[in-house]
Nanobody
Framework: VQLVESGGGSVQPGGSLRLSCVAA????????MRWYRQVPGKERELVAS????????HYEDSVKGRFTISRDSAKNTMYLQISSLKPEETDVYYC?????WGQGTQVTVSS
């Protein structure tokens, strides 16, 4: 199983990024997928989740209306569009399914 995140970077407050997670080694379309984020020294926080066919999504309260999770089963890829970013959202963002994790992509929000 491989989960490879990309798309992170440095943005100013209020900025946007599109994170991607390319999956391999399992039947991507058969599993719910999740995005988490983590600041070193703290527990990982569930940010958003999406069901197998993308028919249902769930968001952590603080990101509702600003983050959008989606998936493209033809490309074995999950996305997280993040906008109106705040400095306190400087985190490493991780892709997850079951007990498997990607290596993470760093998002830094700073002026």
């Amino acid at each position: 199983v491989q989960l490879v995140e990309s798309g992170g970077g440095s943005v100013q407050p209020g900025g946007s990024l599109r994170l991607s997670c390319v999956a391999a080694g399992f039947t991507f379309g058969s599993y719910d997928m999740r995005w988490y984020r983590q600041v070193p020294g703290k527990e990982r926080e569930l940010v958003a989740s999406i069901t197998t066919a993308g028919g249902s999504t769930h968001y952590e309260d603080s990101v509702k209306g600003r983050f959008t999770i989606s998936r493209d089963s033809a490309k074995n890829t999950m996305y997280l569009q993040i906008s109106s970013l705040k400095p306190e959202e400087t985190d490493v963002y991780y892709c997850n399914y079951l007990a498997f994790w990607g290596q993470g992509t760093q998002v830094t929000v700073s002026s």
